[in-house]
């Protein structure tokens, strides 16, 4: 099922965990209503000034989500996030999804740079993908950095260096 011109249902559904536990990962109607809306007004402007992008992550089941180590209430068990990465000329290009986010002026929830070379200290230039979340209402538009301590636990912390660019 085509949720927009360039974005499918199995697409923002589809789970190699969920097939290898045999875990339920089918969206309800509400919840495929909620990805159509989610790639109409946030992934596809994306995809249209990028180009392609890769779903690494998209709905995830409360059961999916417990069995790889992720929260039950995450945003992605609420039909409302999703993974994304951008690959240039071969080459990685996360941080240019982030960049078209800021162009476009898009509404989204939240954007977080997830680890790659980020620090407690230092933004990352090449974050290993980005989490993006998108609610019918009130959007916070909050962007967010993830890295990893000194204790390899995950830390969240708002954008030191740039705050657009």
């Known amino acids: 099922m ?4 360039n974005f ?6 589809y789970s190699a965990t969920a097939l290898r536990l045999g875990i339920d990962n089918e969206p309800s109607k509400e919840g495929i209503l909620k990805l159509t809306l989610l790639a109409t007004e946030l992934l596809q402007p994306l995809r249209e000034r990028l180009g392609a992008l890769r779903v690494t992550s998209g709905y995830r089941s409360f059961v999916l989500s417990e069995a790889i180590g992720s929260s039950s209430r995450s945003q992605h068990c609420k039909y409302e996030a999703i993974d994304l990465q951008y690959v240039r000329r071969g080459k990685m290009d996360n941080l240019a999804i ?3 986010l800021i162009e476009l002026d898009l509404d989204y929830d939240q954007c977080i740079l997830e680890f790659g070379n980020a620090t407690e200290y230092i933004d990352p230039t090449e974050p290993a993908w980005i989490h993006l979340s998108w609610k ?3 959007n916070r538009k909050q962007t967010l950095i993830a890295y990893k301590d000194i204790n390899n636990k995950t830390k969240y912390r708002p954008l030191i260096k740039y705050k657009s660019i």
């Open 98 to 100: 982030y960049k078209a």
């Open 136 to 138: 019918v209402d009130d």
């Open 2 to 5: 085509r949720l927009s011109k």
């Open 8 to 13: 499918t249902l199995q697409e923002l559904t």
